[in-house]
């Protein structure tokens, strides 16, 4: 927002006050995510010698955020310890490591989307150290992708390997394991997170999603993407989750546009029908199977990166019905208030963090056309928790580069593992194109109004 004596006094605050030095029982991918990544892009803010967003510099400033996150990530270093996969412990107390009495079953979004702060972290100090741990856990948990589908379970004992939970979807549980594949390349350029996500990629085109072949066009159901057995493709359930609402945002980023304007309208439908999204919603009983709305913002921001990518008005009507639901549904007196049911609006004392670091910052910079961030052309990325790096070539070099290639070609248990050759961006799905949307269909809606209506009518709407 520009706003510098506010980014300054919340710095000093940070700086004076904050102290990991506790007793204190933590997620690691939560404070990975949350804490990790702001006291990084924060710092970044500050020392860029560019300063893009105003004088966003502080007077003596001693690299105070990149110590202090260096010391947090110290702390959550010992639930990689002792972890026979190298996958890590899902819970770390700051003071003493991981509990005796610690968990060993993670999630694999959980385990597997550390790489962008921890590579950044390595990258600023020099220190190979955290993202040669946080690779090793995305490493041995690709290795543990079915044979048949390419597909991951969402639940792992972080001892045995083995899948605990074997439903493969795109919401909680794998969510941004598929978006730090992405980001991690956008950042750093090594190939092989690239051919990783490609190959994920390709797993969840063909095992994932249902409904017609191309979004705009044709017969048939809109597509949807579904939650299968990793190991047979075969329909577990008949929900989606609203962190599911992500991914359009992620098909942008990879020039998958028509997929995502799809996708995107149906969970759109959805929060016209409630005016939030329910955590999770039965597509086959057109109704939420669980009904709270914690204020999430990935339909936000996938409005956000739609919009950047269309240019389309249809998006800033999509913000503006968000914001006003937001408004009516959610404000009290001291911020706003996560939602306990969709339906009756009832209330929760609650206001997570992601609200004001995602959900309100997509909508501001969604009508802010003028922002320094979409005057840099393709400069910043947002992390998994709406954190802003720029993308530069600093973070692209690395010394270690060598330390983490491949060797040989061959996985944990020896096997040669098939290697795609070309690094290129190559999206599978037929109505790919990595092409602006023509000019011609900017002011029309994104979407057909005969396949806009067969999803209103698929989520119960008409």
């Known amino acids: 927002m520009g706003n510098s004596s506010e980014f300054q006094k919340a710095v000093k605050l940070v700086i004076n006050t904050v102290s990991f030095d506790k007793d204190s029982t933590v997620q690691v991918f939560e404070a990975t995510i949350r ?12 020392t860029d010698s560019k300063q893009p967003f105003g004088d966003m510099t502080i007077k003596d400033y001693d690299n105070e955020l990149l110590h202090m ?47 962008v702060e921890f590579g950044i972290l390595s990258r600023l100090l020099g220190d190979s150290t955290f993202e040669w741990v946080a690779r090793r ?26 899948w605990v939970g074997k439903q493969s979807g795109l919401g909680a549980g794998l969510d941004s394991f ?31 999603r249902r409904g017609r072949e191309a979004c705009n066009e044709g017969e048939g159901d809109p597509p949807l993407y579904v939650n299968v057995n990793m190991f047979s493709g075969q329909l577990m359930n008949t929900w989606i989750d609203s962190l599911q609402a992500f991914f359009p945002g992620l098909q942008v980023l990879i020039g998958d546009v028509e997929d995502a304007i799809c996708l995107h309208a149906f ?19 057109q109704a939420p199977d ?66 004001l670091s995602e959900t309100c910052k997509y909508l501001y910079l ?24 720029s993308v530069d070539k600093h973070l692209r070099e690395s010394p270690w580069k060598e330390f983490f290639s491949e060797d040989g070609g061959q996985d944990q248990e020896g096997k040669s593992v098939h290697r795609p050759k070309s690094p290129e961006l190559k999206v599978i799905n037929s109505s790919s194109n990595c092409n602006r949307v023509p000019d011609e269909r900017r002011y029309s809606l994104p979407l057909k109004s005969i396949y806009m209506r067969q999803i209103d009518q698929m989520v119960g709407l008409i």
Request: proline share 4%; glycine share 6%.
């Open 35 to 46: 804490v990790l990544g702001s006291l990084l892009s924060a710092h970044r803010i500050i």
């Open 366 to 389: 969604l009508f802010d056309e003028e922002n320094p961030v979409h005057k840099s052309g393709t400069k910043y990325m947002f992390t998994t928790e709406g954190h802003i790096v």
């Open 137 to 162: 856990a995305v490493k041995a948990l690709w290795n543990l992708r079915s044979n048949d589908t390419g597909l991951l379970g969402n639940v792992v004992n972080i001892q045995t390997g083995h």
């Open 267 to 285: 969970y759109y439908a959805i929060w016209k029908r409630y005016g939030a999204l329910p955590e999770r919603y039965n597509w086959q009983l």
């Open 290 to 355: 669980v009904l709270f709305y914690p204020l999430r913002p990935e339909l936000v921001e996938s409005t956000y990166l739609l919009y950047q990518a269309t240019k389309n008005p249809f998006y800033l009507h999509v913000g503006m019905d968000i914001l006003q639901s937001l408004e009516k549904y959610t404000k009290v007196k001291c911020g706003y208030a996560t939602l306990h049911h969709v339906i009756d609006k009832s209330k929760e004392d609650r206001m997570e963090s992601f609200f």
């Open 69 to 115: 996150a260096h010391d947090l990530a110290v702390r959550l270093l010992p639930a990689f310890e002792n972890t026979k996969t190298g996958i890590p412990y899902p819970r770390v107390n700051l003071k003493t490591g991981v509990p005796p009495d610690s968990n060993n079953e993670t999630c694999t979004a959980g385990a597997g989307s550390l790489l």
């Open 178 to 208: 598929y978006e730090y594949l992405l980001k991690s390349y956008i950042l750093f350029g090594e190939k092989e997170d690239l051919e990783m996500f490609n190959a994920a990629y390709r797993s969840i085109q063909n095992y994932l």
